[in-house]
Nanobody, 121 residues
Framework: QVQLVESGGGLVQPGGHLRLSCVAS????????MHWYRQAPGKQRELVAF???????YYADSVKGRFTISRDNAKNTVYLQMNSLKPEDTAVYYC???????????????WGQGTQVTVSS
């Protein structure tokens, strides 16, 4: 059974930075893509960034130039470095992986439980 656990959230002042981590426990055979999503109160969950197995990245326009996604395959971990944080970045941040657990298993989507990021003075 694969579980994703996010960490690194917290309270930060506008202009500050945080680094989120998402680590998998359990057996992972291959990871197609790693996503970061966020959901603010009263809003739909939105895609923030993703990184593919080949290292290609995507960023939402709202975070481009401020956030950086990276991965450490050896540690089964994905990171989201968030700089120049704004109050509108306040949300619960979730990681989501599209992965397989064995050479013959189907591709599945795995979600973490989320970590709260609050940007406020």
């Amino acid at each position: 059974q694969v579980q994703l656990v996010e960490s690194g959230g917290g309270l930060v002042q506008p202009g500050g930075h945080l680094r989120l981590s998402c680590v998998a426990s359990g057996s992972i055979f291959s990871i197609n893509v790693m996503h970061w999503y966020r959901q603010a109160p009263g809003k739909q969950r939105e895609l923030v960034a993703f990184i593919t197995s080949g290292g290609n990245t995507y960023y939402a326009d709202s975070v481009k130039g401020r956030f950086t996604i990276s991965r450490d395959n050896a540690k089964n971990t994905v990171y989201l470095q968030m700089n120049s944080l704004k109050p509108e970045d306040t949300a619960v941040y979730y990681c989501n992986w599209i992965a397989t657990t064995t050479p013959t298993s189907n591709v599945r989507s795995y979600w973490g439980q989320g970590t709260q990021v609050t940007v406020s003075s």
